[in-house]
């Protein structure tokens, strides 16, 4: 498809989700936090590549309708209000302050019932991976519309967070839980994502420069604390994976990193190597594996999609470092490296818009998430690029 086809496509695929979804519609309001950050982002990406500020006007007004929903207890909980536990003016202007739902299909699980692994993955409370893609979704509008309080907001998310989810064991360092209750008093899920330290850090870094660019650093938690202490969880020889959500985080990590001044206790090109270095090993895995020779039926989209985002960043990678250091060099070689798996993403992204692929159950049941994360890879600016 040319640019013309895939602009066109990701603005078919994000106007429907807005009006399924009740963001330019009257139906009810569906918010998901995974799903809006990046249909935020898809909406930046629009703006910057059509020109026309309408689409930053809409993102605004997703933002708006996700911290009216997922800042709020739920319509059959028992609580009500914002999870801040703030009212009026200042529950407005702080709506991140007590972090942020899911937006699961079904309440969380009370404190006296029994842990059920199954349906715990469609019961609500706080993940803290969702949190970080909102940070950045609200970082990346922030430094679109030269609006400090959406980077303020996204400050204030990572302070509470990095205080919620962080527990200290009693023999070993302080690590970070995968899984809160919605108004973070107790954990839900105890393991530790694998790239969630990591996810935490990249965030901090970005929230960090995007403050100083507005010059609003002054306003709001600063995130020195919160940015070393995810540095000092972080544990890079574990980072290896085959899983493709995974490893398109890891690129997208990469992407956003090699954009910072900046990196916390790393100089940026620094901590792009050892992502792209981590990277590496579970991309020539997953090819191996053969499991994009399974049919449509057998296949998660949503999953193999955030691989096909994080493909795109190598050459945005690529570019920075080629600003910075020439056309040469041990990054540069891991960049080469990495462009010899590109395809895999044009491949994926190839299969997923035959519409004979997107009709079977496997497709519907995850619609939203979807066709959204679909339209990320044919708008992949508004995701990866730093305005």
């Keep these: 498809m040319d640019l013309a086809a895939t602009t066109e496509k990701a603005i078919q695929l994000t106007l429907e989700f807005a009006e399924r979804t009740g963001v330019t519609s009257e139906r009810r309001s569906q918010r998901y936090l995974w799903t809006d950050a990046f249909a935020v982002f898809n909406l930046l990406g629009l703006s910057r590549r059509t020109g026309d500020p309408r689409w930053v006007e809409l993102g605004l007004r997703l933002i708006d309708r996700v911290h009216h929903t997922l800042g709020r207890h739920r319509s059959d909980d028992s609580r009500a209000g914002w999870l801040s536990g703030l009212e009026g003016a200042a529950a407005e202007a702080h709506p991140t302050r007590g972090g942020l739902r899911i937006g699961k299909r079904l309440p969380e699980r009370r404190a006296d019932e029994p842990f059920d692994e199954r349906l715990e993955w469609d019961r609500d409370g706080q993940y803290f991976h969702y949190l970080t893609q909102w940070m950045h979704a609200l970082d990346h509008a922030s430094r679109v519309t030269r609006q400090p309080r959406l980077n303020l907001w996204a400050r204030e998310l990572a302070a509470v967070a990095f205080a919620a989810f962080g527990v200290s064991a009693p023999a070993g360092p302080r690590r970070l839980v995968w899984k809160m209750s919605v108004d973070l008093t107790r954990p839900l899920v105890t393991s530790m994502g694998q790239h969630d330290p990591l996810g935490g850090l990249v965030a901090c870094a970005q929230l960090r420069a995007t403050a100083e660019l507005l010059r609003s650093s002054g306003e709001g938690p600063n995130l020195a604390k919160e940015l070393a202490g995810f540095a000092a969880m972080l544990r890079p020889a574990e ?38 270095t981590a990277a590496l090993p579970g991309l020539r895995a997953y090819e191996r594996h053969g499991e994009l020779e399974e049919p449509a039926a057998r296949r998660l989209a949503f999953r193999e999609l955030g691989l096909a985002i994080g493909l795109h960043a190598v050459s945005v990678i690529g570019a920075r470092l080629d600003e910075r ?13 990495l462009r010899r798996h590109v395809p895999l993403g044009e491949r994926i992204e190839a299969f997923w818009l035959l519409p004979a692929h997107r009709e079977g159950e496997g497709w519907s049941s995850h619609r939203d998430i979807n066709e959204v994360m679909l339209a990320t890879c044919l708008v992949p600016e508004g995701c990866l690029l730093l305005a």
Excluded at 248 to 275: H, K, M, N, T, Y
């Design 325 to 337: 250091h020439g056309a040469s060099g041990p990054l540069q070689a891991l960049v080469a490296a």
């Design 239 to 276: 980072w290896e994976t085959a899983d493709p959500l995974g490893l398109g985080g890891l690129l997208i990590d990469a992407c956003r990193v090699s954009q910072l001044p900046e990196a916390g206790p790393f100089r940026p090109d620094e901590l792009v190597q050892v992502l792209l």
